[in-house]
């Protein structure tokens, strides 16, 4: 049985996880209940990416709430059932996989799990999901909005119940506890690895600056995407200056979605699944067994492993600036056109080279048109190197011209990792570009616009 033919899952995590990973494209790098050397679950869902580990454990448990049963003590069980043991769970995982011990696909131990999961330097995001008590917290009390669980992390004893629907988890061993409202949310509006890597890395870094407490964790997802720091470029939760501790309110979410700043977010957002189209495809040709060439989509050589890690905000610029360039290719070329534009990442020693190629029919008909249009898009990518030499990766995407290419059409991707870049390799793409004199001009330069250049055909 090959990895991507395992089922979707069956519990309300793995199935909401399938979804998340059909947004976010971690289908390549996320599997449903993987196994230990001793042949027990390690946990409901483990996804893996870029020495991310994201495990994921599923707890339903119906909230006993009836009259002849204290209140105090109907939480108690199920706290204890749904969350407590999970956590336990859930630190003993964590344990196992910074061992180094193997993992699995199948309970007999005959299918390797497929990643690296980097031992004991990996960044483990352990997350559990609490099911069943919802209405029995939303009907405690008129200020809970949505049915969500109050949590705080202290270095308080986190066996204690203080009051219903409140858990204290402990600060030096954190555990991302959701529910069935907000864990939706949450992979819903960070539906990229870097967006949740980068929030679920912040509230860790708050936690151990200072006791955090939050009404529930959409409310505290509100308060991270309302703090931008400019200076860092990324949200935050716990300022730079020291504090004790930090409580965030009920009906912070509420008010955020209602927000125009969060609907026109949603709006703009639009745009920028064209770049999540362009990787499902390439990812599913993987699956199908249809992909060609010699990149390795699982383990990171590749120009998709490196668009998964694009932000949500940064697709939404690569998107545009993709269909700009569509868009504006001549409608009436003559002969053989390129069109060649170098796109920013949200990583700043990387750049996307976006380049399109419109030949005649004939051309395009030859048996090697393809491999000499790869050919041009690796020597677009040495020149933007040669250009622009603060890149350290290259990435590039070739298409036939879409205006032109009907129902035809295919995607090339290259990625060009430039870390060192000697003098004779420096030559050598001088010398391939000298007659196409892709990026030549001279005034060009990187900024925050599309670098873009239409360029004639070279001498016969």
Known sequence: ???????????????????????????????????????????????????????????????????????????????????????????????????????????????????????????????????????????????????????????????????????????????????????????????????????????????????????????????????????????RIAPDEPLTGLHIGEGGWAQFVGSELYKNTRRVNEISYFWDELIQRTCQNKLDGTLGGNADLLRGQSAIYEMVKEPRFSRRALSKQMQDCVVNFPDDPSGLMRHVSLMPSFFPDVGYVFFQLRVPVALRQQPDYLDKRRTLLEVACGAAKNKFPHLNKVIGIGIDAAKFAGDTNSEDFLLMPCVEWPDQRRAHYDALNRDWQFFATPHMTQDERTVTQFVPPPPA
């Open 1 to 235: 049985m090959e990895p991507h033919e395992r089922p979707a899952g069956t519990t309300d995590t793995e199935r909401m996880l399938a979804e998340f990973c059909k947004r976010s494209f971690l289908k390549l790098w996320t599997y449903a209940n993987p196994f230990k050397d001793d042949g027990k679950e390690l946990c409901d869902v483990i996804a893996v990416f870029g020495g991310h580990v994201f495990v994921f454990f599923d707890r339903e448990k119906q909230y006993a709430d009836t009259p002849d049963v204290d209140l105090l003590l109907a939480w108690d069980r199920w706290k204890r059932r749904a969350v407590d043991r999970q956590v336990t769970t859930a630190h003993g995982a964590e344990r196992y996989i910074r061992s180094g011990r193997r993992i699995f696909l199948d309970a007999k131990q005959s299918i390797p799990f497929p990643l690296d999961v980097y031992g004991a330097t990996a960044i483990v995001h352990n997350i559990v999901v609490a099911h069943g008590a919802a209405e029995a917290c939303k009907s405690s009390s008129e200020q809970n909005l949505y049915g969500s669980l109050a949590v705080s992390y202290s270095d308080v004893d986190a066996g204690v119940a203080p009051w219903p629907f409140h858990v204290q988890l402990e600060r030096s061993k954190p555990v991302h506890l959701f529910d069935s409202h907000n864990f939706s949310i949450i992979l819903r509006e960070l539906d990229t690895i870097t967006d949740l890597s980068r929030y679920l890395d912040e509230k860790v870094r708050s936690i151990e600056r200072m006791d955090l407490s939050y009404c529930g964790e959409e409310d505290l997802l509100a308060y991270y995407l309302l703090n931008f720091d400019p200076a860092a470029q990324k949200c």
